[in-house]
T-cell receptor, first 114, second 114 residues
Framework: DTEVTQTPKHLVMGMTNKKSLKCEQH?????MYWYKQKAKKPPELMFV???????INESVPSRFSPECPNSSLLNLHLHALQPEDSALYLC?????????????FGPGTRLTVL | QKEVEQNSGPLSVPEGAIASLNCTYS??????FFWYRQYSGKSPELIMS????GDKEDGRFTAQLNKASQYVSLLIRDSQPSDSATYLC??????????????FGQGTILTVHP
């Protein structure tokens, strides 16, 4: 099973709202990732968790707050976003088995900030 | 600055032809190479991974890697209209971490016309 699930599929929020994106995988992967993708651009890495610990934060603004409650779940908490944060947010997971750490992406959450 | 460059598209081929997608990378110690397919409005789907020099075949897809030339390619034989998508080349550098921080190319849009 190479499935990563994400909820919700679509999210519309105002700039003062607080919302969360959720990601789940049951492949036993111990690395999980958040990416942001704008139209006609490749995915941009935001955060990496390995063994449930934050390993990489790509200088992402603090209005994005990741959380990894356990080895299967990854959340992204959103607060006071800007319209330019509208994008496709992708979760991915991989094994921790260098170099064979193929990343599998979830379907994404399409976020619109009004 | 680690870079991944893909041949500029869009690439248009007739149904049944071979589509050739190319990618070069700047980091000489890169060790893992991936091709993702992304349909419009969907998330990236891993279609090929390659780690050692030479060819790797999977159905109609062949990935080719030449580390000396820092070049990786994807051939799609007997192209079908359903292959029309954006193809993303992604490269992971060696060392440092066991999880995969990928550098993506800008993507090549492939159109297969009947």
């Amino acid at each position: 099973d190479t499935e990563v699930t994400q909820t919700p599929k679509h999210l519309v929020m105002g700039m003062t709202n607080k919302k969360s994106l959720k990601c789940e995988q049951h492949m036993g992967h111990r690395a999980m990732y958040w990416y942001k993708q704008k139209a006609k651009k490749p995915p941009e890495l935001m955060f990496v968790y390995s063994y449930e610990k934050l390993s990489i934060n790509e200088s992402v603004p603090s209005r994005f707050s990741p959380e990894c409650p356990n080895s299967s779940l990854l959340n992204l908490h959103l607060h006071a976003l800007q319209p330019e944060d509208s994008a496709l947010y992708l979760c991915a997971s991989s094994q921790l088995a260098d170099p064979y750490n193929e990343q599998f992406f979830g379907p994404g959450t399409r976020l619109t900030v009004l | 600055q680690k870079e991944v460059e893909q041949n500029s598209g869009p690439l248009s081929v007739p149904e049944g032809a071979i589509a050739s997608l190319n990618c070069t990378y700047s980091d000489r110690v890169s060790q893992s190479f991936f091709w993702y397919r992304q349909y419009s409005g969907k998330s990236p789907e891993l279609i090929m991974s390659i780690y050692s020099n030479g060819d790797k075949e999977d159905g109609r897809f062949t990935a080719q890697l030449n580390k000396a030339s820092q070049y990786v390619s994807l051939l799609i034989r007997d192209s079908q209209p359903s292959d029309s998508a954006t193809y993303l080349c992604a490269v992971k550098s060696a060392g440092g971490t066991s999880y995969g921080k990928l550098t993506f190319g800008q993507g090549t849009i492939l159109t297969v016309h009947p």
